[in-house]
């Protein structure tokens, strides 16, 4: 079973940029799709971003298109998702997951880690 474990949030002002990063273990990473979803307090969980086995197909919301990226380096067992133009609705926990169903259904996740946006 893959591990996950989310870095990088914080707080940040309105239109500025993070990077999150999400160091997965086992041997298995590279055979799999990651994605991005986020919870905000009150709402449900959604998602954000998924990436392919190869990184050579992604796919995002409309709420995110344009603005936030997502990407992979295998040899580091790593997936990134740098966010741009930040808006305070993008404020929530962010967390990191295996897609083993394209593009959103989950089979993992990681603990999440805060992204706060002040306006």
């Given at each position: ?13 309105a239109g500025g940029s993070l ?101």
């Amino acid at each position: 079973q893959v591990q996950l474990v989310e870095s990088g949030g914080g707080l940040v002002q309105a239109g500025g940029s993070l990077r999150l990063s999400c160091a997965a273990s086992g041997r298995t990473f590279s055979r799999n799709s990651m994605g991005w979803f986020r919870q905000a307090p009150g709402k449900e969980r959604e998602f954000v971003a998924a990436i392919n086995w190869s990184g050579g197909n992604t796919v995002y919301p409309d709420s995110v298109k344009g603005r936030f990226t997502i990407s992979r380096d295998s040899a580091k067992n790593t997936v990134y998702l740098q966010m741009n133009s930040l808006k305070p609705e993008d404020t929530a926990v962010y967390y990191c997951a295996v897609i083993t169903n394209w593009p959103d259904g989950v089979s993992s996740w990681g603990q999440g880690t805060q992204v706060t946006v002040s306006s």
